[in-house]
């Protein structure tokens, strides 16, 4: 049964609507999952850039150069490189989904991920998509700490009972 509130802080100041930057930051997590399963996809089209590093990893390991170890060797990274983009996507998913809900534990899951993907791009070099999924992890991470999106998550965790 509804009751009014008792006290000034007893009253809920949620803001009814999503504030425009953390909608924008919300879609941009959307494009990163997006661009994320086009990376997972595209590594497919790698295959033989894929094999001659299979070849020159089985060479430094002083491996026998068989096409059966070549092939084993490019299907299980084939198969890492999907199995991560698939995290990868449901990552960036369930930071655009908790992050529209005000949850403050995303906020700050999110930037930590953007950090680790700044590293990530570092170490691995940059790529046209690499490139994207950092400018929009990074943009999406700063939107979500701008002064207008503050009181979105405070009233969210205020809210919780």
């Known amino acids: ?3 009014w509130p008792r006290a000034e802080e007893d ?19 959307y494009v990163g999952a997006a661009l994320s399963a086009v990376s997972a996809i595209a590594v497919f089209g790698s295959r033989d850039r894929l094999a001659n590093d299979a070849r020159d990893m089985l060479r430094g390991q002083k491996q026998p150069l ?7 060797t490019v299907n299980t ?8 983009g698939a995290v990868a996507v449901a990552l960036w998913i369930l930071m655009a989904v908790m992050n529209g809900k005000g ?3 995303a906020r700050t899951a999110a930037t930590v991920l953007a950090v680790a993907n ?3 791009t570092v170490l691995t070099g940059l790529s046209i998509v690499g490139l994207a ?4 992890g ?14 979105w998550f405070a009233t969210a965790r205020r809210l919780r009972v």
């Open 1 to 3: 049964m509804p009751s």
């Open 11 to 29: 009253a809920s100041a949620r803001p009814t609507e999503r504030p425009r930057v953390v909608q924008i930051a919300v879609y941009l997590m």
């Open 66 to 72: 068989t096409p059966e170890k070549i092939d084993a």
């Open 77 to 84: 990274s084939l198969t890492l490189f999907v199995v991560l």
């Open 103 to 105: 949850k403050s534990w």
């Open 118 to 120: 700044v590293f990530n």
């Open 133 to 136: 999924l950092l400018a929009t």
């Open 138 to 151: 990074t943009v999406a991470a700063v939107l979500l700490w701008l002064p207008a999106a503050r009181p």
